[in-house]
Nanobody
Framework: QVQLVESGGGLVQSGGSLRLSCAVS????????MGWFRQAPGKERVFVAE????????SYADSVKGRFTISRDLAKSTVYLQMNSLKPEDTAVYYCALRPPPYRDYRTWGQGTQVTVSS
């Protein structure tokens, strides 16, 4: 069974950077897609970024384009989210998720990691 474990959250000042990690265990199909989502207090969980596991094809929400970068390290079975130029509105719990083939929705979720950006 696949498990996802996020780490790297914390408190950072506006304009700062953080790198989130998502360790993947249990093995996944090479055609899987890995994503990052976030949920701010009182709001719904929203898409942030995703990458194909094998080819590294990426996509981003408009709100983070140019500031966040998703990447993966196949040897370490880890997905990263590099977050630069952080803003207070980036404050949220960030979740890692897996979309296995042939599904169109994300099926496995991590427990989340808190990111707080102070102004």
């Amino acid at each position: 069974q696949v498990q996802l474990v996020e780490s790297g959250g914390g408190l950072v000042q506006s304009g700062g950077s953080l790198r989130l990690s998502c360790a993947v265990s249990g093995g996944i199909f090479s055609s899987s897609v890995m994503g990052w989502f976030r949920q701010a207090p009182g709001k719904e969980r929203v898409f942030v970024a995703e990458t194909t596991w094998s080819g590294g094809i990426t996509s981003y929400a408009d709100s983070v384009k140019g500031r966040f970068t998703i990447s993966r390290d196949l040897a370490k079975s880890t997905v990263y989210l590099q977050m630069n130029s952080l803003k207070p509105e980036d404050t949220a719990v960030y979740y890692c998720a897996l979309r296995p083939p042939p599904y169109r929705d994300y099926r496995t979720w991590g427990q989340g990691t808190q990111v707080t950006v102070s102004s």
